[in-house]
């Protein structure tokens, strides 16, 4: 579409793009009007402009955003105008055929039509913004929380609005909320339902980044925002004011610097040390977020990035190797903090947090880790004036502590801790926002239930050939599954066979780990072996099983002559890969490995945490019980 | 250039849009259609007489016109009322676009006008008599007074105006991807069908189940008709209001004394309704769309229907020999009768339109049934009378 756009830009007739695409003329005649359209706006002068010509490009869908492009103006200022003109979106009913009958539903969509059929009620209103169009990383979590909110309120005795835009959610289901606004999360749009609806309060925490960006601007045009001031959510996403609160606070961050061009990153880079996560300020789901080993690698980086997008610096962060990355969930009314739940990550730090199997409780943190994780989570909600929810996700690496990011609004995990602990934290949370403390609610204390629940991403690796399955900063999952158990290993194993991963019960296990876990592989070999696994490796891990006693095949490389490691994967006589690589090319070396393992339902680690759990699951294997949510509710609640 | 076009409603409502036919003005009874395609045959189903169709689908004129798809000789729509004409149409077998088509017959119509507040107010008011003016210089007072001039639909007898004045023959069968028209099947039986406004589907519809069919003038008495001495004769739809039709309603009287089987559709079917002893009335918007539920009352069926009609049989003082086969799920208004007395039949909605489902079309071979099954008994009847 883009390129038909620019294919008139440059002047192409209908018919040339036609000959080209075969895209139905109809439809191209459309692009051509609405780029012709383009041309017209770019030579007006906002001033002289009247209410027909901006009601004519209103109906052809032109935001306000689009024509102070065009206009060479801001989309404030275009905004003023339009209303200044009186040329505001009509608000018309989703009904069952074309307004034949009446429609008992209030479910809008907004076009500059004649007649509104909003009607708006007296009330006291909460509208709460949904997460618009899920994506990997701005998930059906959000949605939940959102469709919470909204249960929570209505509750309360509110009128509910809800405001989004996929059909596919449950926060569009039209008995949700009183009102849906189907309507896409854009500060134009949201600002025109509030001018009709006029909430008491809106909540933007709980959809993600996309309603949090709002937050501001919706702010400074008068709309009132409930919950964690706008303030406080810059102050967390800003890098600067961030570092100086943790400075203040005396607290700890894996040492950082923020580029803005190629010198200042390599500059920074070079004051930090390597290797670095690296990514652009303001995303989610680690988007563009890479793990970069050298200054070739974030050269690299850097000349792409910079085309990304102009006004968001680039954040360069130093990486931890080895550390054990934890979330915590936290609520806060402004004054208490209730801990949602510590989760404690199975992959180590550099997996993305969306991509990384959980645990809740933690399974390797002492008492005292996990008491500086609440004490340092309490400090960061009333430094920040949270109200709300917040997630904080720290690294920790021996005995410290460091803060990688604090998120003062609503966290996929929200709905996993919920489960866990069986506590509805993102309703508590939406109380929060109206006003109603915790201990009002009677929310005191932590639930730190006395069985494990783990968390597991779910992949969608086998329908996009080409996609390599290594985890990194990059988030790739599109699900999640939680497994329950008395012991880790027993919720482990249950959630690997919930996303669809079978442990084996024996057969031949290939370990080839990178260099640096080469001191930690012998335990994971050791166990494979005494359960009965023939051991086949890589020559520097076979060398260092070797070293503690366990006996291993030595297998051929790719490259190194045949049959190689594919190979044998390909003949189907592997039932289990442990392998972890680290540098770009051991990533690239190993590639076909991951892919040959998938096609092959070989159940692979590309971590050597997870294969740690993973012996622990094999471990406990033959005591797997099935628990009822129930039951587990009274254990918690007495 | 594109014209400026009002719309102006009895009850003094204002749209403002552009011109998409003629400049002119033209006064009818405004009604809205939901169906999504079939916007030419609307135009020019003689049913539309004297009526203004807003189309409450956005997007009308995306394929053009054809010759093929006329359901009469002309346009029989009293005007179109639209939101959004397209920038261009675009299909294989466009021959106009919809304003080419609509200036070379005539027509007036309006779009970019708010087809849903227009919706709403006449599902809440009802229909409504309007007026569109087309062109340099609109006069709304002009218009206003004109709409407030029409009489209404109620009284009005229109098949009189849309019928055929002469009487013809009819052969040619459905169109078909890749084949056109077909040819006539063998012939079976001899049909006359009744002209209060054919479509020519259903004549069609007829001649593909081996009818052959001679059309016939809505006045054409019954003793002309049965001195054609045929096997059936079918009853057409039709615009306006069936009461004043005295004369088709004596001579379906006299038809089914004579124990021909008989076919209604639409105004045909509310005439039998009428010749049977039964009451008509007018709705409060009518039917007029092409996803109507309506039930087959004997097996429980739900049938998707076209429908389109202002005037509909009344649900009161049926008479005894009127069995009711079909309701609308919609409003419960009946939409289907038979007689029990002789071998007529008719339904409301319409069997040979086909915007998607073919839900109705079963009721032509029922026709066909009545035929043959009458012409098998009066050959045994008259070989027990030879032996």
Redesign the interface.
């Known amino acids: 579409m883009w390129s038909i756009a620019d294919a008139f830009r440059a002047g192409m007739s209908t018919e040339e793009v036609f000959e080209c695409t075969h895209i139905d003329p109809w439809f191209l005649a459309q692009l051509h009007d609405l780029v012709n359209t383009e041309g017209e706006i770019a030579g007006q002068d906002l001033s002289q402009l009247d209410a027909d010509t901006m009601l004519r490009w209103k109906r052809k869908g032109f935001s306000d955003h689009r024509i102070a492009d065009l206009l060479d103006q801001t989309e404030d200022a275009v905004r003023a105008r339009r209303h200044a003109l009186e040329v505001r979106p009509v608000f018309k009913r989703v009904d069952s055929c074309a307004a034949e009958f009446a429609s008992a539903t209030a479910y809008m969509y907004s076009t500059y039509e004649e007649e509104c059929e909003a009607q708006p009620e007296q009330a006291n209103k909460i509208m709460v913004l949904g997460g618009g169009p899920n994506r990997i990383g701005q998930g059906i979590e959000f949605d939940y929380c959102c469709v919470h909110a909204a249960f929570a309120m209505r509750e309360d005795g509110y009128q509910t609005i809800m405001v989004n835009c996929n059909p596919e959610t449950v926060s569009t289901d039209y008995d949700t909320s009183d009102r849906l606004y189907f309507e896409p999360l854009t500060l134009e749009d949201v600002l025109e339902i509030c001018n009709t609806e006029t909430p008491a309060g809106v909540i933007v925490q709980y959809g993600g980044q996309t309603p949090l960006k709002l937050a501001k601007p919706l702010e400074q045009a008068g709309v009132p925002i409930i919950g964690t001031k706008p303030e406080s959510i810059d102050a967390a996403e800003d890098r600067e004011r961030f570092q100086a609160l943790i400075h203040e606070l005396g607290l700890l961050q894996p040492p950082n610097r923020t580029a803005t061009d190629t010198e200042t990153a390599i500059a920074g880079a070079e004051e930090i040390g390597y290797p670095l996560v690296v990514r652009p300020s303001y995303v989610l789901g680690g988007r563009a977020m890479e793990i970069v080993y050298d200054q070739e690698s974030l050269e690299e980086y850097m000349r792409a990035a910079i085309q990304v997008s102009h006004e968001s610096p680039v954040l360069l962060d130093r990486f931890l190797n080895d550390a054990a990355e934890v979330d915590v969930d936290a609520v806060c009314d402004g004054e208490n903090v209730l801990i949602g739940g510590i989760m404690e990550h199975i992959e180590e730090a550099g997996v993305h947090s969306g991509d990384s199997a959980c645990s809740l409780p933690p399974f390797s943190l002492t008492a005292e880790i996990q008491d500086a994780l609440r004490t340092q989570t309490r400090e960061l909600a009333r430094a920040l004036n949270v109200v709300g929810l917040m997630n904080v996700q720290y690294a920790v690496k021996g005995d410290k502590i460091y803060i990688l990011e604090v998120n003062p609004r609503a966290a996929r995990t929200v709905p996993f801790v919920s489960k866990a602990t069986l506590r509805p934290l993102a309703k508590i949370a939406a109380r929060c926002m109206v006003g109603k403390s915790l201990p009002e609610q009677g929310y005191t204390t932590e639930v730190v239930p006395d069985y494990y629940s783990v968390k597991e991403a779910v992949f969608p690796f086998i329908k996009f050939p080409g996609v390599d399955t290594v985890l990194g900063p990059e988030m790739k999952s599109t699900g999640e599954v939680m497994g329950v158990g008395r012991s880790f290993g027993e919720a482990f194993g249950k959630s690997q066979q919930a996303a669809g991963y079978t442990i084996p019960r024996g057969g031949t296990a290939f370990i080839s780990v990178r260099d640096e876990d080469q001191p930690a592989v012998a335990d994971v070999g050791r166990y494979l072996s005494e359960a009965g696994f023939r051991i086949l490796a890589t020559r520097g891990t076979a060398r260092e099983l070797a070293a503690a006693g366990v006996t291993a095949e030595k297998v051929n490389k790719v490259g190194e002559g045949r049959p190689d490691i594919v190979d044998i994967i390909k003949n189907d006589e592997i039932d289990l890969i442990v392998n972890t690589t680290s540098g770009k090319q051991s990533l690239k070396d190993s590639y076909t490995i991951r892919r040959e393992a998938l096609f092959h339902k070989v159940t692979y680690y590309t971590t050597l945490a997870s294969a740690r759990a993973a012996v622990q699951a094999h471990r406990q294997a033959g005591e797997l019980s099935v628990y009822k949510l129930q039951n587990l509710q009274h254990e918690v609640a007495a | 250039m594109t014209q400026p076009a009002l719309l102006v409603l009895e009850d003094g409502s204002l ?1 403002a849009g552009q011109s998409i036919g003629i400049s002119g003005h033209t006064v009818g009874e405004v009604v ?1 259609n ?1 169906a999504m395609t079939g916007y030419q045959e609307i135009l020019s189903d003689p049913s539309y007489a004297r009526q203004l169709v807003t189309l ?2 956005p997007h009308i004129g ?1 394929t053009g016109a054809n010759a093929e798809d006329m359901e009469a000789a002309r346009v029989h729509a009293a005007g179109l009322i639209i939101r959004d004409l ?5 299909n294989w077998r466009m021959e106009q676009s919809l304003s080419e088509f609509m200036r070379a017959q005539g027509v007036v119509g309006i779009a970019d ?2 087809t ?2 227009l ?2 107010l006449l ?1 809440e008011k009802g229909s409504q008599n309007g007026c569109i003016v087309a062109g340099a210089d609109c006069d709304q007072a002009q218009a206003l007074q004109l709409a407030r001039e029409f009489p209404g639909l109620s009284g009005m007898d229109l098949a009189r105006e849309v019928t055929t004045p002469d009487t013809y023959k009819y052969s040619s069968g459905t169109w078909e991807l890749g084949a056109g028209f077909r040819a006539a099947a063998e012939t079976r039986f001899r049909v006359v069908a009744y002209d209060f406004g054919v479509k020519r589907n259903i004549l069609r519809m007829l001649v593909d189940r081996g009818c052959d069919l001679t059309v016939v003038p809505a006045t054409t008495p019954a003793a002309e008709v049965l001195a054609l001495n045929p096997d059936g004769v079918f009853l057409s739809n039709g615009p306006g209001d069936p009461e004043p039709c005295g004369y088709a309603i004596e001579a379906i009287g006299e038809l089914t004394s004579a124990g021909i089987p008989i076919f209604g559709i639409c105004l045909g079917h509310q005439l039998l309704a009428l010749a049977s002893g039964a009451r008509t009335m007018k709705m409060k918007f009518g039917h007029h ?1 092409a ?1 109507h539920p309506v039930q087959e009352l004997a097996s429980g069926r739900v049938m998707i229907t076209s429908q389109n009609h202002g005037f509909a049989m009344a649900d009161d003082d049926v008479p005894d020999r009127l069995k009711i086969t079909h309701r609308s799920l ?1 409003d419960g208004t009946i939409q289907g009768v038979a007689r029990t007395d002789c071998p007529a039949f008719s339904f409301q909605g319409h069997p040979e339109a086909s915007p998607g489902p073919h839900d109705v079309a079963a009721l032509f071979d029922h026709f066909i049934q009545l035929m043959a099954s009458r012409g098998e008994a009066q050959a045994s009847g008259l070989s027990s009378q030879a032996t």
């Open positions: 749209f809205f939901t409450t689908y995306n397209p920038e261009l149409a675009s006008i708010d849903r507040r919706t709403r599902r769309g996803n919609f």
